[in-house]
């Protein structure tokens, strides 16, 4: 039977196990929308297209499944890519549906006509647009296999209005085979069995464990994996929550913002294991200063990758699970008793950092935004599901909220773009029903979205927003305090909407804290609540985030408190 180019897509979507959309109308992709409706495809109109595209990575990453979004051509396909390359940069599954006026206009200058497929060329894994309805079956098939497989990230179908109309057999593809992408997921045994040679010679090991191992779900191997070499263990930011904070071979967050044990690790260790990472310029800070003693083990997934930014003693190309999984099953046949003693110096000096130089800050009468942290970590048994806008918030949520569980911690990492969180939680709370999600946002950065609040009342999504008001844009200050003689050029934000009854304005419901007594009942008030509540904290104007890395310093180089 024949079916219409918007029906192809739906049957398409469905047999790829879509159950929700993110997305916003436009007159592009009007045929789209009146076939989702016959469907029991749930569809979350948002308020802005940005929040679409983040409200599916943080279904994505809330889920482990692929996020999709679907927006019209021209300006609903531009407002889409902030949030396609913050997808690209932390390697996000999903797949983003933009409408394009019809075949025989492209290229003449048509009304809300843009060329969405070279604009988002350098920040999706692969794009299509589509020309045949034939193709469309078809091209659903490999977008959604792309976005998962390998590297996971976003892809992106363009989809001219006139082919929704046009009808052919519906005849989808039985596998997907594309010759030129065939990622490698089981790594070479010869380059293991140098591995645990290497470990085994090892006196000072780290790991450092980055998204990869969440998003290969290797978290439990990589604990059975430290475990058995017994080695400390650092992550980067997208690595919070892949390896337990409660053991004493947690070495905390590795990098710019990262502790003073992590970051002197890496320049005494003699064997760094980096596994799903990409050493970006904020874990390394200056490159050659960095693990300068150390023979460096890469395990990634993504070849190019490798020895992008730091030489490699021994590459690992493979799945991270799997490659833990192999790795572990060869050490099961070696005996590890000898290497505890010649490690004994590395773990006392380990201790030594640790207990000297821990990540601290100074109580007073105002609200330390660390402190709500601490709270809320606390209340919440570490058990919320939580995202962050960018900034100061952001990283005091990686130092001070402990991740335990892979999954739970969802941020801009790469891109760092604000307005992320709360569209984010948005698309987590979606996906995961039964969680607490919390947005720990600053004062800058909700504003970015903040329209998205009518999102979440509207479905009665009851995620939870923190801001922590400095009245700044407090990232920025701080650098302008250290290093710019306190110059603060244009980052005071002394005029803000009151956040209280804006809440109110959008259905919700808004708290206020302003003492540090009034922290914990405020917190306990706004959690309790079944509905979209946001919780505002008046904290210290120029708090800083310590340890900091000056940006192109060694990373041993931090400033403290
Ligand atoms: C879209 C976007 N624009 C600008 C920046 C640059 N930037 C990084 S942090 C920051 C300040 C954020 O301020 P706020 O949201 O109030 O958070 P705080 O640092 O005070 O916690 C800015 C402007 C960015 N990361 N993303």
Known sequence: MKLTGAKILMQSLKEEGVDTIFGYPGGAVIDIYHELVQTDIRHILVRHEQGAVHAADGYARASGRVGVCLVTSGPGATNTVSGIASAYFDSIPIVVLTGQVPTQLIGNDAFQEVDIVGITRPCTKHNYLVTRVEDLARVVREAFHIAKSGRPGPVLIDLPKDLMSKKC???????????????????????????VKLIKEAKRPMIVAGGGVVLS????ELRKFAEKIQSPVSTTLMGLGAFPTQTPLWLGMIGMHGTYRANMSTAACDLMIAIGVRFSDRVTGKTDAFAHQAKIVHIDIDPTSIRKNIPVTIPVVGDCRQTLQMLNELLEKEDFSGVQKPRTAWINQIEEWKSTKRLAYTQSDTIKPQFVIEKLYELTAGKALVTTEVGQNQMWTAQYYHFDQPNSFITSGGLGCMGFGLPAAIGAQVARPDKLVVDIAGDGSIQMNIQEMATAVQYGLPVKIIILNNQYLGMVRQWQELFYNRCYACTGMEHAPDFVKLAEAYGAVGLRATKPEEVEETLKQGLALPRTVIMEFVVEREEKVYPMVPAGAPITDMLLV
């Open 217 to 220: 779900k290797g978290s439990e």
């Open 169 to 195: 057999e519906y005849r989808p593809p039985k596998d997907v085979n594309l010759k030129s992408y065939q990622p490698t997921y089981r790594p070479n045994t010869k380059q293991l069995h140098k591995v």
